[in-house]
């Protein structure tokens, strides 16, 4: 089991250490860890956010735990150079074209919801986010106009076949749940939703057991404070799925616990809390590591098919939270490495 390990920036070490504690005290057979640098630490270490060095690891690992990245030090480097571009490179280099980001309330976490508990406590949905194109990757650039005036652009588009393997994942982890895909686009505007849409109906005819339906994006972000126990699983492009993700931990209450994959073809996977780096507590063991130890869960389960030791994982940080551990996300004052005891306590 070759798994690199790229803390990155801000709280990322933070988090990725007990992540990693809790890794090892499964005493799996073969664990073999690889740390490697990424972000603005790789930049001030090596110039480059995402170095080959770091890449060749990436490369030779079944999988990747993944930190955070971002650093405002690192805000005016030219683009190529900011630390995004390392988990941006990443996914595109190792074709992670899959982003996984179930939300799910915990028991217990109702009244931390920015819902009203009786609406948070419905929510068990999954973000299937497309990671590899849209707006992300297309043509992009800033030029001065003839007039004189600065003008940006980013190239939004999907092909067909972008959209028909993202479209199999969400069917697929459809069937695996409650058997309801929900797409959102905004195929009211946008020709390249309209086109996302006509392909995820022409792959539903594979699926007759799992119940397809459409929502613009606009109307999807009403509904997932509105009703978020109407979806089971969501699926997206890049970008809604950014920000719907974004949005959908605030809904359980803190982004300081929701874990994600990002799937390759294959067994290949990166595994990452959704929060940034949020430099303004890093080292001061308060960030939440709890995201992090759910990635790892996730880790175990998609590249390794360990499905009873990322169960363990996550019940033991079930428990924890039914146990009123909570980090200062939270409203608690629980430290990072705390946090950690206290998950591998339960484990
Ligand atoms: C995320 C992040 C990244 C993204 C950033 C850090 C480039 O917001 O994983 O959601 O926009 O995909
Ligand atoms: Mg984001």
């Not at 005290?25 to 790789?42: K, N, S």
């Not at 990757?137 to 003008?151: A, E, H, N």
């Not at 169960?311 to 033991?316: F, K, P």
Request: aromatic content about 6%; glycine content about 12%.
């Amino acid at each position: 089991m070759k798994i690199a390990v790229f803390a990155g920036d801000g709280i990322g070490p933070e988090v990725t250490a007990e992540a990693v504690r809790v890794l090892k005290a499964l005493g799996l057979p073969g664990l073999e860890l690889i740390e490697g640098d990424v972000g603005g630490a790789a930049w001030r270490k090596r110039g480059h956010p995402l170095p080959p060095a770091t890449l060749e690891i990436a490369h030779a690992a079944d999988a990747i735990l993944f930190g955070a990245v971002g650093d405002f030090e690192c805000d005016n480097l030219e683009r190529a150079l900011r630390p995004e571009q390392a988990i941006l490179g990443l996914r595109k280099e190792l074709g992670l074209f899959a982003n996984l980001r179930p939300a799910t309330l915990f028991k217990g976490l109702e009244d931390l919801s920015s819902l009203r508990p009786e609406i948070a406590a419905q929510i068990d949905l999954l973000i299937i986010r497309e990671l590899n194109g849209d707006v992300y990757f297309g043509d992009k650039g800033t030029k001065v106009l003839p007039d004189g005036r600065r003008q940006g652009w980013d190239m939004m588009s999907y092909a067909e076949d972008e959209v028909r393997r993202i479209a199999h994942v969400g069917f697929k982890a459809a069937q695996g749940r409650r058997g309801k895909l929900c797409s959102v686009d905004k195929a009211n505007v946008l020709e390249t939703s309209q086109l996302w849409r006509d392909v995820v109906i022409e792959v539903s005819a594979e699926y007759p057991d799992v119940e397809l339906s459409h929502m613009y994006v606009d109307n999807a972000a009403m509904q997932l404070v509105k009703n978020p126990g109407q979806f089971d699983v969501i699926v997206t492009g890049n970008l809604f799925g950014d920000i719907l993700s974004d949005q959908a931990s605030m809904c359980v209450g803190s982004i300081g616990l929701l874990a994600s994959a990002a799937l390759a073809e294959g067994t290949k996977g990166l595994y990452e809390p959704i929060h940034g780096s949020a430099p303004d507590i890093a080292g001061q063991d308060k960030a939440n590591p709890m995201a992090t130890i759910l990635s790892a869960a996730m880790l175990l389960r998609h590249s390794f098919g360990m499905e009873a030791p990322a169960q363990r994982i996550e019940a033991a940080v079930a428990k924890a939270l039914a146990d009123g551990i909570r980090g200062g996300d939270l409203g608690g004052t629980d430290g990072t490495r705390a946090i950690g005891d206290a998950v591998l306590a339960r484990l």
